[in-house]
């Protein structure tokens, strides 16, 4: 793809990480996944004998198709593996390091720290994401993020750029069809969540049934790992309930309000360590939805970090 760097030297082609990182997440939703995807299209890179790889003039744009196809391979696979999942899937939550004034990510160790936070990658995006088949998914990430032309994407999908091009217009009308029909500025989300952090506190069920959208939706991933309800909680009332039901179970359970894959979310931590991150969906000024994600092992790279 011509969006890759020109020349084979290593340094060039190292570069590419982040935004191989960045595309294999937004196509996977998980950080670990996205690390494998990267780490085996550099095996591959590097398994070419040297003078094929010097006759690539973008190591990019070749790093990055194949990283596209690991990902599809991947996508493939996903159904069956979220049929043995327990509970429900979503995709790993992000913290912002800035938040910390740790600054933007420098180094190639934490994955994590290398993913930009956009709208492409808030929750309620990834989720829509997560219902597209894994040709859609990958045509419109790679075209409507990433502004890849058609005729490149046709070189990882296997199709042709006809084709490719009407896969992305199927994925658009299901993020149109999924979209809130009244966005919310980031103000206003962000005053919604302090607020439902603050019914939460009190346990103040009547003050968060009316923050919360009758028909709000909340789904919680536990992987198994730890206590989640394995299916989504319909209807604003029964939410509150069981928010304030959590609140008594977990008492010293402290609430932040912290940004999550780039959208005001919160934080809940017991005795320093994460134990949920919650991202929430707003429309005219109430909560319609809420991803709490409470699998340990993808709430990782918040255990790297002090949030206070």
């Known amino acids: 793809m011509s969006r890759g760097t ?10 590419e990480r982040r935004q191989l990182l960045n595309v294999a997440y937004r196509l996977l939703g998980s950080v670990a996944e996205s690390e494998d995807a990267v780490q085996e299209a550099y095996t591959r890179w590097y398994a070419l004998p040297r003078g094929r790889r010097d006759e690539i003039t973008s190591p990019g744009a070749w790093l990055t198709t ?31 390091r800035t938040e910390w004034g740790l600054g933007p990510s420098t180094g190639l160790a934490d994955p ?30 790679l ?28 994925a658009r009308r299901r993020v149109r069809a999924a979209q809130a029909p009244v966005s919310v500025a980031a103000a206003g989300r962000a005053d919604a969540v302090r607020r439902v952090k603050e ?66 979310g919160l934080v809940a931590r017991r005795d320093g360590v994460v134990m949920t991150v919650a991202s929430f969906d707003v429309t005219d000024g109430r909560v319609t939805r809420i991803w709490a994600v409470r699998n340990p092992e993808k709430l990782r790279p918040w255990a790297r970090h002090d949030l206070s």
Not at 116 to 122: I, R
């Open 6 to 15: 020109a020349g084979a030297n290593a340094e060039e082609t190292a570069g």
């Open 66 to 96: 194949v990283t596209g196809r690991i990902c599809l391979d991947v996508l493939g696979s996903a159904r069956a593996r979220r049929e043995r999942y327990v509970g429900a899937w979503l995709p790993d939550p992000l913290p912002d």
């Open 112 to 141: 994590a720290d290398q993913l930009v936070l956009d709208e492409s990658v808030t929750m309620a995006f990834l989720v829509v994401l997560e219902s597209m088949t894994p040709a859609e998914r990958v045509a419109f990430v």
């Open 143 to 170: 075209h409507d993020v990433f502004r890849y032309p058609f005729a490149e994407i046709a070189a990882v999908l296997g199709r042709t750029p006809a084709a490719c091009k009407q896969l992305a217009g199927s």
């Open 199 to 264: 019914a939460w506190e009190s346990k103040d069920i009547a003050a968060l049934v009316d923050l919360l959208d009758p028909a709000a939706v909340m789904t919680a991933d536990g992987g198994g790992l730890v206590g989640a309800a394995l299916r989504p909680i319909e209807g604003g009332a029964r939410i509150a309930q069981y928010m304030v039901a959590i609140a008594d179970k977990a008492p010293g359970l402290e609430l932040l309000e912290r940004s999550v894959n780039g959208a005001s």
